[in-house]
C-alpha cells in the first residue's frame, strides 16, 4: 500500500526538532530561545489552522486563524501552567506546545487535511512592490516579536534589598507578639546608608546604618501596640519610603 505523505506532515518533525533544540543545554540560550519561540507561537498556530479550517480556505482566513490560535493558546497555556508547581518555565512551556502542536496535527490528519507532498520546483508567484513592503514589514515584525521574547526571558531581575519583620508570637504568629526582630539585607551594588524608623506602637526610633551588599542588620524591640511598623529610607528621609513592613497583633 502507497504511504501518502502530506504537506502537514513536516509539522510534527519541526516541532520535535523545536523542542529538543530548545532544551538542549549547549544550544546558546539565543537560538535555543528562538526555537522555543517558534514551537510555542508559530507551529501551535499553524497545527490548530490545519485542524479547525477546511482546505480551499483563502490566505487571508488561514492568517487569521494562526494568529488566533497562537494567541488564545498561549493566553490558555500561561493559565494552566501558572497552576503547576514549577511555574512558566521554559520546559513546561515547550511541553505543552508540543503536546498541543501533536494533538492538533492528530486531528488535522484524521481529517484529511493537508495536500500531497511532492518534491517538485515550486511556482514562484510574481511579487508586486505592495506584496514585497507587506512581506518585509511581516519578517521585521516577527523577528521583533523574537528578539524581545528571547531577551525578555533571559533578563534577570535585579535583587532588591530585604527587610522583614518578624513576630516572637508561635510559629512567629502575629497574634499575642510581644516582641519583634526587624531587619534588613542589602542587595545594592555598593555600600549603601539606611535609615530605619521602627514604630513599636508607643514609641518611634530611628537607626542610621551602613551596610556593604550582602550585609544584614537586625534590630529586636518589644512591640507596645497594635500594628508595629518600619519605613526604611536609603540616604535621607523621604516620601514615600524605600520599603515599608508592617503586622497587625490583632
Excluded at 10 to 16: D, G, Q, S
Excluded at 50 to 57: D, I, K, Q
Excluded at 123 to 150: C, D, E, H, W, Y
Excluded at 190 to 198: G, L, R
Aim: glycine letters at 8%; charged letters at 15%.
Amino acid at each position: 500500500m502507497e504511504t501518502k505523505f502530506c504537506k502537514i506532515d513536516l509539522i510534527p518533525v519541526a516541532a520535535l526538532v523545536c523542542y529538543v533544540i530548545s532544551l538542549l543545554p549547549f544550544i546558546p540560550r539565543e537560538v535555543s530561545g528562538a526555537f522555543g519561540v517558534a514551537l510555542c507561537f508559530i507551529l501551535t498556530g499553524v497545527a490548530g489552522t490545519c485542524a479547525s479550517l477546511p482546505g480551499e480556505a483563502s490566505g487571508i482566513a488561514r492568517f487569521t486563524a494562526a494568529m488566533a490560535w497562537s494567541l488564545g493558546t498561549g493566553i490558555v497555556g500561561g493559565l494552566i501552567l501558572n497552576f503547576l508547581p514549577s511555574g512558566l518555565v521554559r520546559f513546561n512551556w515547550v511541553t505543552y506546545a508540543l503536546a498541543l502542536t501533536l494533538l492538533a496535527y492528530a486531528v488535522a490528519r484524521g481529517r484529511g487535511a493537508g495536500s500531497r507532498l511532492e518534491l517538485r520546483r515550486p511556482n514562484m508567484p510574481t511579487l508586486t512592490p505592495i506584496a514585497g513592503v507587506k512581506i518585509v514589514a511581516a519578517a521585521i515584525a516577527v523577528t521583533g516579536a523574537i528578539v524581545i521574547s528571547v531577551s525578555s526571558a533571559h533578563h534577570v531581575a535585579t535583587p532588591f534589598t530585604e527587610i522583614w519583620l518578624v513576630p516572637d508570637g508561635p510559629a512567629h504568629s502575629p497574634v499575642g507578639a510581644t516582641g519583634a526582630v526587624f531587619g534588613i539585607r542589602s542587595h545594592e551594588k555598593s555600600s549603601e546608608d539606611f535609615i530605619a524608623v521602627i514604630d513599636t506602637g508607643a514609641h518611634v526610633t530611628t537607626h542610621r546604618v551602613t551596610l556593604a551588599p550582602n550585609q544584614v542588620w537586625t534590630h529586636p524591640f518589644a512591640v507596645q501596640g497594635e500594628k508595629p511598623m518600619a519605613n526604611v529610607y536609603r540616604a535621607r528621609v523621604a516620601d514615600p519610603p524605600y520599603r515599608t513592613v508592617w503586622f497587625v497583633r490583632r
